[in-house]
């Protein structure tokens, strides 16, 4: 039978016996309950791997509400396929609404994961392992909280804040959505945490550290506009090691995964037939691309996350970034096809289907930009403001800039970011977190006025929907699954969104 743990339904590694039933009560010899699981530090350490890939499922579709909402990217339209219109499409077209499917999976993935989070901290608590290991797992699952929270803090502003796992599922009708500060201060609490506990280079790749902890930790203090708190956390990671790639492309090559430059990536392995491929080159290759773009004919390419006009126009004559990171169309049977696409991600295979490219999180890059701006943002520009955001644009093959003042500075680091975390999922948060509601709105209908008037690529004769590009202030936010809210009447919706 289904098990339904706080207002979402969970799909988990353990069996979770729920029904007190005589006749289901036969225990199944090839499953562990979770009774009889958490006892060893390898049981531990499979909870949290399976924790870690669950990661893969919420990354898939991150670049929806990350990278396609805001203006990076748009789609090749496909007129004869109107089945995502309701669904992925709504997010670039800003006509997202509380029965979206997409936000469910939205919610519900990133909830499901916390579960899983908060049941292996619980038993943690009170298991007998080594201290030393302990006290490491811990801070990797409170990372993982911390992050999937501030996501959903992000994305939803209010959220329903659950740290323990709920003993009757009764309780779970009582959950409201509790205050965004609440839920920030539970975040800080648990990077800080995180950041005590984890060692500066983990033993296994991929697994998070004391860097990974800390940058977040200064993401979400500038966030917040705690400046000085993002600059003092931020600093800390200077000194853990890590460097830029001298190769900007080296930081996406499958054969140079978890890098100097790399802090925290999301793992995928291609290559076999274990379930562990990702497959981003064939979600953001054009639609009729076929090999051309993912060395395979017999796919099918999905045509999202095609980059904007706007997008292609923001990068500075010669960029090397912008070569890597994007191409400007592809050449099929000696035709070449102006529609452009994600390069990022595409290197050769050896399977269809199941490429072998992580998802970079969080970059040593970040951090120096971030560091650019809570410097900037406190002060002024400064030499050191200066230098975190030259040896970017130095990598870059770009000129350092000099005599900006701080408006013009934080508009240059902003415009950085863009171009060096392209289609990495930061611009939508980049782009929420230095806006304003209206000023966001204003800067939305600016980009969907351009879209319309001049489309990245062409709709086959489809003319736009009237409210298609039309956004508002309250779309700074995502609505809360209407599922939700029929499931637990005391959860509230978003101002400007039906109920």
């Not at 090559?253 to 981003?280: M, T, W």
């Not at 096809?337 to 994600?342: G, L, Y």
Request: aromatic share 12%.
């Amino acid at each position: 039978m289904k098990k339904i743990t706080f207002f979402i339904i969970l799909s988990v590694s353990l069996t979770q016996i729920s029904c007190k039933e005589d006749f289901l009560t036969t225990t199944d010899p090839t499953r562990i309950g979770r009774d009889l699981f958490y006892k060893t530090q390898t049981q531990f350490e499979q909870a949290l791997n399976g924790v870690y890939g669950q990661l893969q499922t919420i990354t898939n579709s991150a670049y929806i509400p990350q990278e396609f909402m805001s203006d990076n990217t748009t789609l090749d339209f496909d007129p004869l396929n109107r089945g995502g219109a309701a669904g992925w499409e709504a997010f670039e077209y800003s006509t997202v609404n509380q029965g979206n499917g997409e936000i469910s999976a939205l919610w519900n993935n990133h909830y499901a994961t916390m579960y899983n989070i908060n049941f292996a901290l619980e038993k943690l608590a009170e298991s007998k392992i080594d201290a030393t290991a302990k006290a490491v797992l811990d801070g990797e699952f409170k990372f993982l909280r911390a992050y999937h929270y501030f996501n959903l803090v992000r994305y939803f502003g209010d959220v329903v804040l659950v740290t323990k796992t709920l003993v009757n599922p009764n309780d779970a009708f009582a959950l409201v959505r509790s205050p965004q500060a609440d839920v920030y201060k539970q975040i800080i609490s648990d990077l800080t945490d995180a950041s005590k506990a984890l060692p500066a280079r983990a033993a296994l790749r991929g697994r998070a550290t004391q860097g990974a902890a800390l940058s977040l930790l200064g993401k979400v203090y500038l966030t917040q506009k705690n400046y000085a708190g993002a600059s003092s956390t931020l600093k800390q990671v200077t000194t853990l090691g890590y460097a830029l790639n001298a190769n900007y492309k080296d930081n996406f090559d499958p054969a140079k995964k978890n890098g100097i430059e790399s802090i925290f990536e999301v793992q995928y392995q291609g290559g076999n037939d274990l379930g562990e491929q990702s497959n981003f080159v064939y979600i953001f290759a054009p639609r009729l691309s076929r090999d051309a773009v993912t060395g395979y004919a017999n796919t099918a390419s999905l045509g999202r996350n095609i980059p904007t006009r706007d997008m292609i126009a923001a990068y500075e004559a010669g960029d090397l970034r912008k070569d890597i990171s994007l191409k400007p169309g592809y050449t099929l049977n000696g035709r070449f096809v102006d529609i452009p696409f994600v390069s990022k991600y595409q290197y050769p295979h050896t399977i269809t289907g199941r490429s072998d490219n992580n998802w970079p999180v969080l970059r040593y890059s970040d951090v120096l930009l971030m560091l650019a701006e809570s410097i900037n943002e406190a002060s002024g520009p400064n030499a050191e403001a200066y230098d975190y955001l030259n040896q970017v644009r130095k990598r870059a093959g770009l000129k350092a800039l000099d005599g900006l003042n701080k408006e013009t500075f934080r508009t240059a680091v902003l415009n950085e970011r863009r171009v060096e975390l392209a289609f990495e999922n930061h611009r939508w948060f980049d782009l929420q977190r230095t806006n304003t509601p209206a000023s966001l709105a204003a800067h939305m209908n600016k980009h969907g006025a351009l879209e319309k008037a001049n489309p990245t690529v062409a709709r086959g004769g489809i003319a736009f929907n009237n409210l298609d590009y039309v956004y508002t202030e309250f779309e700074y936010y995502l609505p809360i699954p209407a599922a939700q809210i029929l499931i637990n009447s005391k959860l509230t919706q978003n101002p400007g969104y039906q109920l």
